[in-house]
């Protein structure tokens, strides 16, 4: 799928690839809105996303009575940073009938020039999901932006009823968060938090999700609050949606 043509799901060269063990992830986490303390998330400055992301496609799931859409769990309304080449994205899916998911991770450039990265097809599961990028494919460059793109394939035969959903990506120049304040710390949630701080905002839930703990979760919550807030001034359509996500992830338990 080229980022340009986001309801046509078979527009671009696709090479699929074999998802590795363990790199797909169901999050079965209750996502209440929790106190802002536990995360402090702090945008990065003067990151507006070059172009619209937004979720295309029929209102709901694929059979239509959902109230809550194929969503990507990361900011729309400006770019959201890494430090990590390989990092982690993650997206809601309100289906729970298995559908095919494709998967695209392009260079972002302008026009047409957008260069396909890494692509892969896998099978939706119900609540959120997460994928990283295989540490065997070539590492991001730091100081691009690139978009990844979920298309949920409703119907195979009839790529139209694709139900899709975006976001920007940028590998930061220079490391916001000074090494000698992560090496300082042994706790993975703190690690998380100062990772918040320094507006990597993959870097802060890709690192909380990683952990199994009801300390992590409540750390999740709060991260997801603080977009919530975020996206409110500035693609408050978006914003509206992860509060829904928060919503619907309560009956996923």
């Not at 859409?69 to 009938?97: K, M």
Request: with cysteine; proline share 8%.
């Amino acid at each position: 799928m080229h980022p340009a043509k986001f309801c046509s799901v078979r527009v671009c060269p696709t090479q699929f690839f074999k998802v590795r063990a363990g790199q797909l992830v169901l999050i079965g986490l209750s996502l209440l809105l929790a106190s802002p303390t536990l995360a402090q998330y702090t945008p990065p400055q003067d990151e507006r996303p070059p172009d619209n992301t937004t979720t295309t496609g029929h209102r709901g799931g694929c059979s239509g009575d959902e109230t809550v859409t194929l969503t990507a769990l990361a900011p729309q309304g400006h770019v959201g940073q890494t430090q990590s080449t390989h990092p982690t994205v993650s997206w809601f899916v309100p289906n729970s009938e298995p559908r095919p998911i494709e998967f695209y991770l392009y260079e972002y450039g302008t026009g047409n020039n957008s260069r396909l990265v890494y692509s892969t097809v896998l099978e939706s599961q119900p609540g959120m999901m997460s994928l990283s990028l295989p540490t065997d494919q070539p590492g991001l460059r730091p100081g691009q932006t690139y978009t990844w793109i979920v298309a949920l394939l409703c119907n195979p035969n009839h790529p139209s009823s694709a139900i899709v959903t975006s976001a920007f990506l940028k590998v930061a120049d220079a490391a916001p968060t000074p090494n000698s304040a992560l090496t300082g710390t042994a706790d993975p949630l703190a690690q998380a938090r100062l990772y918040a701080e320094a507006g990597l905002w993959y870097d802060a839930i890709s690192t909380a999700i990683n952990i199994n703990t009801s300390a992590a979760q409540e750390l999740q919550r709060a991260l997801l609050n603080d977009l919530i807030q975020a996206e409110a001034t500035t693609n408050r359509e978006h914003s509206d949606r992860l509060r829904q996500v928060v919503d619907a992830q309560q009956h996923f338990q």
